[in-house]
């Protein structure tokens, strides 16, 4: 039995697409299945030379034995959905849950009007606010009620508990980040949900004494798009000059940069039970690091920084990404684990 989460610790955008792909390919999970807010969410995975990307789907799917599920707390675009389906062509491995709350065009409109949420908050005008909204009020449209998702639906938590039992590996991801979380987070700069561990597995319907391991994956250099606090940012000239420059994959937006704050990397690892770190971005903390894939051909430079990141985490740092592409990364789960 084994169940791997996967979480953001930081804004989101930390490269969870990238992470959770290199696991799927290395540790062959019968089932990937999405937690998370909705299709607010967007995941790159650069994958044989060519750049995917994902809002509905877990980001997994460039490992193609498993079975893509998307648990009941998610909210679901039915356009968004049958869209990636098509494109990516999972239409016999891709299913929902009968409960995903469904997003609807009035939802959209409804946050792309609000001054407070468009507005002030930056929401990534995706409708998940509202469609969250109309799910507490007990309003919302589910999965079960919509004709074009009928091929499609499964009970999640059936499927991932039987795949635990029956002793295989279950892959959870998660998307946003800790600090964008709804309880934990920088409200009410924030998102429309909590986005810790804990609410991964509750999104998919497995309880937390069948998590082995949770992934926390933080960035060497912070990101955040949208308004709200950031402790550590620095000014976009001092990230140009950094040569970091990175845009949204859902809003197209320019994502504000900061420093490395080891005061939240803590504290995230904290609520979400972290039990392994993985860092994305050594390249853009030293450009030498480009491509690497072997510990000892990291500069002196990356690590020290990776044992700045244990000290603060109080976490072994396990994975670590070296550039966008699959192969760039350095798995050390073996000796450290
Ligand atoms: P959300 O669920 O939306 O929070 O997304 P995410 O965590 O999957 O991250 P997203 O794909 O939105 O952004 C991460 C970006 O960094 C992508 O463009 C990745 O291709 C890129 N990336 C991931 N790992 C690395 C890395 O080690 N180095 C560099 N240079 N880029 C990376
Ligand atoms: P909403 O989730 O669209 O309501 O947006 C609320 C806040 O969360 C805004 O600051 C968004 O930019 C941010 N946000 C939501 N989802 C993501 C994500 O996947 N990555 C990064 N930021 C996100
Ligand atoms: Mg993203």
Redesign the pocket.
Known sequence: MSATVVVGGF???EGKGKIISHIAHADKPKIIVRGG?GP???HTVEFEGKKYGVRMLPSGFVYREARLLIGAGVLVNPEVFLNEVRTLKAENRARLDFRCAIIEERHIDA?RSSEH?SGK??????G??PANADRVMRTAKLARDVVELQPFLTDVPLDVNTAIDEGEFVLIEG???FA?SLYYGTYP????KDTSASQMAADVGVGPTKIDEVVVVFKTFPT?????PFPTEMSQEEAENLGIIEY?T??G?RRRIGYWDGELARYSAMVNGATQVALTGIDKLDRECYGVREWSRLTKKAKEFIERVEDDTNVPVTLISTGPSLEQIIDLRDEKL
């Open positions: 804004w989101g955008d807010v607010n969410a967007g946050d949420l908050i930056g929401s990534t005008g995706t998940c606010g998307t946003q980040g964008l700069y924030v998102t429309s955040r798009v949208g308004a709200g949204g859902v809003t937006r």
